[in-house]
């Protein structure tokens, strides 16, 4: 028999609001409305399948501060991370939305209806206080708390909400199961006692022996449960993810486990996480839950610490196990024994034992260079998965960025570098030129800073397609501002490799081989806001590379630019 719900009643608001179903999309359309945030859709689809019974909707003030200070709603229930409905107060006041009034919450990928809040509340909050109480410090390295301040509106609604429509998926639907779903699928099968296991990175040969072991102990089947909404920023793709939990799901032993995808937006909120994660397998029938080392922490803190003990979400969740009715599954990291070919709990192994282990740094490492991944730590078909979605450098896509002044010889040396790489092969090459950008995609920009910066920003959208795509982009625009050159090395660098490189050429020998005859207007006052004559220039601080045709050949500057390439794998066969 699958566990109660928390609170007793599974708040499955689709099933209570079937019956006016129908009478709430017609009134949905009607309605000013609010287009969720990806972490807010996350939030309220598990509100309305009942994952995070028993809330009916977004907390108010009185139950946000007694979440917050007390871990509880005002009726006592234990609840440990505030889940709001945080919407700037300017587009509140532009749809009039106001206490008692009704509002659609609407998808922000398809803008279909999914529920209507009624206002309760709108209230503001302290929050470095919420960074202090729910996630230890107020440290912006926690990416919760760095999400707080950067990303969270200034005013939160809460109010109970009604259903109007599920969100729609497209990927993997007959594996993403409500809690009623799942329920059902533990009676199909005469499951009476289930471990749940929670994780947000791929599962190797260590996680299934993890699990296998929890099964045992508790004469219990398995339910593989992974995070598919918002993760750590930083973790391998939920696509990546479940091709590898797919693959693995035959080494189980047939009938012992199931795999069911959670659409949980994570906070990375360590101790009190965990107890979040107690409560939603309970929702979804599990009686039993594994807890790991350091679960849902987000790393180190700004001092270079953890930011919580390795055992310390361990304590919490046991010091509450009488309220939540779900057992937990203590489990230490698993260590790999040669000699035996075996894994074991690392406070298991004996004294003066061999011991190997490979870390997720290293993991990574060898995943970028090609580097072997040995079979006694994952499964040949796992690799396989993750080496296609983490080719090795020689296989990523990268940016080279020129910037510098009008006739610096920037584009000579893209064009020589394009010929370069086409001569090496392996990748296709791009070229994106200040003035072929400037005709074919910015052609009513004039030269403002903000028409500049919005110019650079989509040489940098497509610069990041292309290096997503794994090709090599070459762009040469001016690129005056410094921010602007950074925003594009951030998007970029998000899918392979980036290199700026300051066209340093002196402004009098930009003046000589200007031929066109661009900077003498200027200089004569026909042109105004010339970059180098009467508008700024920010040199790079750090480029990756300065060149000057004054002092190199465009032949010896190209040569620089792949010595850079080579050094870290981005060509040559290593």
């Known amino acids: 028999m699958a ?6 009643v599974l ?17 949905a359309e009607k309605l000013p409305y609010i287009t969720l945030t990806e972490r807010q859709l996350c939030d309220l689809e598990l509100i309305l399948n009942g994952g995070f019974s028993p809330l009916e909707g977004f907390l108010t003030e009185a139950e946000y501060t007694s979440v917050v200070e007390g871990n509880r709603l005002p009726d006592g229930t234990l609840w440990t991370i505030p889940i709001y409905l945080d919407v700037n107060r300017a587009e509140l006041d532009k749809v009039g939305a106001a206490v008692g009034g009704r509002v659609t919450l609407r998808d922000p990928r398809s803008d279909q209806p999914l529920a209507i809040i009624t206002i309760a509340d709108l209230y503001q909050v302290d929050r470095a206080r919420e960074a202090e109480k729910v996630y230890g410090a107020n440290d912006q390295a926690h990416p919760a708390v760095h999400y707080l301040f950067h990303s969270t509106r200034d005013t939160y609604v809460g109010g109970k909400v009604q259903a109007v429509n599920a969100p729609q998926h497209h990927d993997y639907v007959a594996i993403r199961r409500s809690p009623a779903e799942v329920r059902a699928l533990f009676r199909k099968l005469n499951w009476t006692r289930v471990v749940a296991f929670q994780t947000r990175n791929p599962m190797h040969r260590a996680h299934r022996e993890l699990t296998v072991r929890a099964a045992r102990m508790r004469h219990a089947n398995v339910l593989i449960q992974p995070v598919v909404g918002l993760t750590k920023p930083g973790d391998i793709d939920h696509f990546t993810r479940v091709r590898v939990y797919q693959a693995i799901m035959p080494k189980y032993p ?29 929702n979804f029938g599990a009686t039993h839950f594994i807890v790991g080392r350091d679960h849902a922490g987000p790393g180190k803190n700004s001092q270079g610490d953890d930011f919580y003990g390795p055992y310390e979400a361990q304590d919490l969740v046991l010091q509450f196990r009488d309220e939540l009715h779900i057992e937990v599954v203590p489990f230490q990291m698993l260590t790999y024994l040669p000699d035996t070919d075996e894994y074991l709990p690392a406070n298991e192994v004996p004294a003066g034992v061999n011991t190997l282990n490979i870390s997720g740094t290293e993991l990574r490492r060898r995943l970028k260079t090609g580097a072997p991944i040995p079979e006694w730590f994952s499964y040949p078909e796992v690799v396989r998965i993750l080496r296609e979605a983490n080719p090795p450098r020689n296989k990523q896509g990268f940016t080279v960025f020129l910037t ?8 000579a040396i893209a064009r020589a570098l394009q010929v370069a790489l086409n001569q ?3 990748r296709s090459v791009s070229l994106l030129l200040g003035e072929t950008i400037r ?16 110019n650079v920003a989509r040489i940098g959208f497509v610069a990041a397609e292309l290096t997503r795509a794994g090709a090599a982009c070459i762009a040469a625009p001016i690129a005056p501002f410094a921010a602007a050159r ?13 290199y700026l490189v300051h066209v340093a050429t002196p402004l009098e020998t930009c003046i000589a081989n200007d031929r066109a005859g661009v900077y003498r207007r200027a200089i004569a006052g026909e042109i105004k806001g010339f970059t180098g004559i009467d508008d700024v220039y920010e040199a790079p601080e750090s480029p990756d590379l300065v060149a000057d045709i004054t002092k190199a050949p465009i032949s010896q500057i190209v040569h620089e630019i792949i010595l850079l390439l080579e050094r870290d794998g981005y060509i040559g066969d290593r």
């Open 11 to 27: 708040k499955d608001l689709h099933v209570r609001d079937e019956h006016i179903q129908a009478q709430l999309a017609e009134e």
């Open 3 to 8: 566990n109660s719900p928390h609170g007793g």
């Open 439 to 454: 005709q074919e995609l910015s052609s009513e920009l004039g030269y403002t800073r903000r028409e500049r910066d919005i």
């Open 404 to 411: 510098g002044l009008h006739a610096s010889g920037k584009e």
């Open 424 to 426: 090496e092969g392996g």
């Open 254 to 282: 047939n009938g012992m486990a199931q795999l069911s995808l959670l659409p949980l937006a994570m906070r990375m909120g360590g101790p009190r996480e965990a107890v979040w994660h107690a409560i939603i397998r309970k």
């Open 486 to 498: 950074d925003s594009v090395r951030q998007q970029v660098a998000k899918s392979g490799g980036f």
